[in-house]
C-alpha cells in the first residue's frame, strides 16, 4: 500500500500563489508517475498536472499553463505543486495521486491512478 499525504492548501487573494506539498510512504516503488488533481464542488474531479518519475513526461490542464509547475523530489517520494497568479476559479479541494500502468496519455484521468490523498482545501478570492 502507499499512503500520500498533502499539506500546503489555504487561502490567498486572485493573484496570490500557494506550494502545495504531497508525501508518499509505503510501497511507494510502485508507482511510475505522481500527479494533482483538483475538485470544486459541485464539479468532477479534474486532472491538474501529472508527471513521470523521470520527469520526462508532463501534463497540464490547459487553464493552469504558464501558472502551475508541478516537481517531485524522488529521494522523499515527494511531489509539488507550485501555483502562481491564483484565480478565484482555482479554488477546490487539491488531491495527490500516484499510480502505474498507463501511459502519459492518461495522465489527466483520475483512473489512472492508483493512490490517493485526502485533500487540502485551496481558496481563492477575487
Known amino acids: 500500500q502507499v499512503q500520500l499525504v498533502e499539506s500546503g492548501g489555504g487561502s490567498v487573494q486572485a493573484g496570490g500563489s500557494l506550494t502545495l506539498s504531497c508525501v508518499g510512504s509505503g510501497d511507494t516503488y510502485r508507482n511510475t508517475y505522481m500527479g494533482w488533481f483538483r475538485q470544486a464542488p459541485g464539479k468532477e474531479r479534474e486532472g491538474v498536472a501529472a508527471?513521470?518519475?523521470?520527469?520526462?513526461?508532463?501534463y497540464y490542464h490547459d487553464s493552469v499553463k504558464g501558472r502551475f509547475t508541478i516537481s517531485q523530489d524522488r529521494g522523499k517520494n515527494a511531489v509539488y505543486l507550485q501555483m502562481n497568479n491564483l484565480k478565484p476559479e482555482d479554488t477546490a479541494m487539491y488531491y495527490c495521486a500516484a499510480g502505474h500502468g498507463y501511459s502519459y496519455r492518461y495522465y489527466a484521468r483520475p483512473d489512472a491512478f492508483n493512490y490517493w490523498g485526502q485533500g487540502t482545501q485551496v481558496t481563492v478570492s477575487s
Open positions: 508527471q513521470d518519475n523521470g520527469g520526462v513526461r508532463t
